[in-house]
């Protein structure tokens, strides 16, 4: 692999990084806002077993995960993490009530290709191994 292609790949990840985990940032921030409480309700309607657990799971790694995807640290984990989060959603939530999921088809493309990517050369995570 020639400089230039090491060098693309490692702005590729850092741009899907910063796009993914704002977008998940966002997201997750609403959810804080709304409360475990408010969310694990939310979770209820939709039929998702132990509502409460898998909104502190959704928070967690819309808030936590987003904030470790920007910086590149655990880079594979977090994004495999949200990509079966969009999985999740739509199956759930867009399937069933015939809404379209352009956001979480795009979010979840954007987090398997970070799940191949990784963290990349231009972050948090490629600094501590070194």
Do not use: N
Not at 30 to 48: C, E, P, S, W, Y
Not at 81 to 95: D, F, G, I, K, P
């Amino acid at each position: 692999m020639s400089f230039l292609d090491r060098l693309g790949a490692s702005y590729a990840a850092l741009v899907l990084r910063l796009g993914v985990g704002t977008v998940f940032l966002i997201h997750g921030t609403g959810k804080l806002q709304l409360g475990l409480r408010g969310v694990a309700g939310f979770f209820g309607t939709l039929g998702i077993p132990f509502p409460s657990v898998a909104a502190t799971v959704v928070i967690t790694v819309e808030t936590l995960g987003a904030v470790c995807l920007i910086l590149g640290v655990f880079s594979r984990f977090w994004a495999t993490c949200m990509a079966v989060e969009m999985v999740v959603a739509v199956t759930t939530s867009s399937l069933p009530s015939h809404h379209t999921f352009e956001l979480e088809g795009l979010l979840f493309a954007g987090a398997l290709a970070l799940v191949v990517l990784g963290d990349g050369a231009i972050s948090v995570g490629s600094r501590i191994k070194r």
